[in-house]
Each structure stands twice: as structure tokens, then as C-alpha cells.
């Protein structure tokens, strides 16, 4: 059987859509004759009649109709394969913006980013921090092309990677009576007063206000923007706070302590982007496993 080819089925889909090999023709700036041709042609190759036609019209048989459904989508599928490879082609001359939400970067965006850039020492990535009245980093906003974020963070479709996970921790002032424990149960902390994010899109403030544990509203006395406004409300004895684990690591401060909570599930830090930003981001989401690998023999 003779091959088939791409100009082939342009042609066919031509003519089924105008019903006319001179119309078909115009539209993709060849001649009628030509067009008649390749049309002839495609038959021949497939063995079927596709179109019957007479000196007015031009009619689709059932096997071109059947045909013309299948061509169509084979089309269009193609045309996606070339649009998304184009796109990673293109890549090395964009520069992927890379956001992260505060206390999720600790030490993970300088170790994705010091492996990114040696697999990929010509890449260009800018990073930027949000604090927590944006907790999708610039997802939400299409500000940046991917980021690191702590979930859930309520946006559907959105792709995603591990980096991590974490024991969840009460922050408490240092003389509180919690403070002294090894660890604590989720009824210990529930009742005391707790330091807020502030109100934003989606389910993140009311997962680290522990919500979905509670018969009724958080007993919220305050709400902090940043990890040092959070720090510091509660070193000053305002409430506690519930953060990661990593933060009681790397965010210490005097007249603050932090004891794990030992019946949460841990949380999460993850690399997140729309599909449509992939391409871009793939070469960043390359390396997140060994990034993940790395934080955890630490």
C-alpha cells in the first residue's frame, strides 16, 4: 500500500469542509487541479472512495465521512505533539520564574536550584519569595512559571512534585506551659489561642488553623503575613502557632520553642505548575527526586 501522507489528508479535510476542490483549493493556496490529484491520490492509496463527485458537487461517501472523523483527530493530536515539543525546544532562551512561599524555601529552593543549574549551568530563573497572603506563590496570578509550596493549596489541575515532607510543630512562647513536653497531641493545642495567616483564596489558612479537627471557629487572636511577624507575636506570648518542622530548624528566635505535634499527618513541601508552563519547567522538575533523595538522608 502506498503511503499516505500529511498533504494528503489537508487536501481530503479541505474538501469535506467546503464541498468544492476550488474553494478547497483557495484555502490552502493551491490549484484545483492539484487539489483534485491528491485527493485521487489518497483514494488510490487506501483502496476506498472518499468523496463522489459530479460536474456541481462534491459528496462525502460513508467511508470518507468515517475517514474525514479519524483524519481530523490525528490532525489535531499532531499539531498538539508539535506545539508542546516546540515549546521545550524553545526553552533555554526563556527565563523560568520560579516562586516560593515563605518557610517552604528554607533549604529546599537552594538545593533545587544548585542542581537545576548544574545539569543546566546556562539556564536563566529568576526566584521570587511570597509571604502568606499569596500561599500558591504566584500559581494562583500566573506570576511565575512554577513554585514551591507548601499544599493544599485548592487549585485543580495543577501539576506537581514532592520535595518533601515534615512533622507539623506548635511554635510557643518559651514559658508556656506546653513548652516543657517532648510532644503533643492535637487536643492539647486546639484550645489555645493561635496566630493566623492572613484570609486568602482556597483551604491553606484553614489547614494550618487545624480546622478540620475543630467542633467550632479557631480561636484566633492575631494574624501574621510572615514567619518573623509570626515569631514575634508569639514570643510575646499573643498565642501559638502551627508550622513545619523545618521552620522550628532553621527559624529560631529567643522566647520561642517548638515542640512536634505527634498525631498530624505530616506536611508537605512540593514544585508546582499549570501543563501549560511543562516545557519550561521541565528541566526543573527533572531533578526534583534527586532534590527529594538528597533532603532526605539529611
Not at 490529484?37 to 463527485?53: F, G, P, Q, W
Not at 518533601?164 to 514559658?175: F, G, H, I, S, Y
Not at 508556656?176 to 510532644?183: F, G
Not at 509570626?230 to 520561642?256: M, N
Request: charged residues 20%.
Amino acid at each position: 500500500m502506498q503511503n499516505v501522507t500529511l498533504r494528503q489528508l489537508e487536501a481530503f479535510l479541505a474538501v469535506v469542509d467546503e464541498r468544492h476542490f476550488g474553494r478547497a483549493a483557495e484555502r490552502l493556496s493551491v490549484s484545483a487541479p492539484w487539489m483534485s490529484h491528491t485527493v485521487r491520490d489518497l483514494e488510490r492509496a487506501l483502496h476506498v472512495t472518499l468523496l463522489s463527485r459530479t460536474t456541481r458537487t462534491v459528496e462525502v461517501t460513508p467511508a470518507g465521512r468515517v475517514f474525514a472523523g479519524l483524519a481530523s483527530q490525528v490532525l489535531t493530536e499532531l499539531d498538539s505533539a508539535i506545539k508542546t515539543v516546540r515549546s521545550m525546544g524553545s526553552t533555554p532562551q526563556q527565563t523560568l520564574k520560579l516562586g516560593y512561599t515563605i518557610g517552604a524555601g528554607l533549604e529546599i529552593v537552594p538545593k533545587l536550584l544548585r542542581t537545576y543549574r548544574e545539569g543546566q549551568p546556562s539556564a536563566a530563573i529568576e526566584t521570587e519569595e511570597f509571604d502568606f497572603t499569596d500561599p500558591s506563590a504566584g500559581l494562583r496570578d500566573n506570576l511565575v512559571n512554577a513554585a514551591v509550596v507548601r499544599p493544599p493549596l485548592g487549585l485543580a489541575g495543577l501539576v506537581s512534585v514532592e520535595l518533601a515532607t515534615e512533622r507539623l510543630v506548635a511554635c510557643l512562647p518559651d514559658n508556656h506551659p506546653l513548652a516543657a513536653r517532648d510532644s503533643l497531641g492535637v487536643a492539647d493545642v486546639l484550645p489555645e489561642p493561635i496566630i493566623a495567616a492572613p484570609a486568602s483564596p482556597g483551604p491553606w489558612r484553614d489547614y494550618w488553623l487545624l480546622t478540620e479537627y475543630r467542633s467550632g471557629p479557631a480561636p484566633v487572636v492575631a494574624e501574621a503575613p510572615t514567619l518573623d511577624a509570626e515569631t514575634h507575636l508569639v514570643s510575646t506570648g499573643a498565642g501559638l502557632s502551627i508550622t513545619s518542622e523545618a521552620v522550628g530548624q532553621w527559624y529560631k528566635r529567643p522566647g520561642v520553642t517548638f515542640v512536634p505535634i505527634r498525631d498530624l499527618p505530616p506536611c508537605s513541601v512540593a514544585l508546582a505548575w499549570w501543563p501549560q508552563d511543562t516545557g519550561l519547567v521541565a528541566g526543573l522538575a527533572a531533578v526534583a527526586n534527586e532534590v527529594r533523595a538528597s533532603i532526605a538522608e539529611t
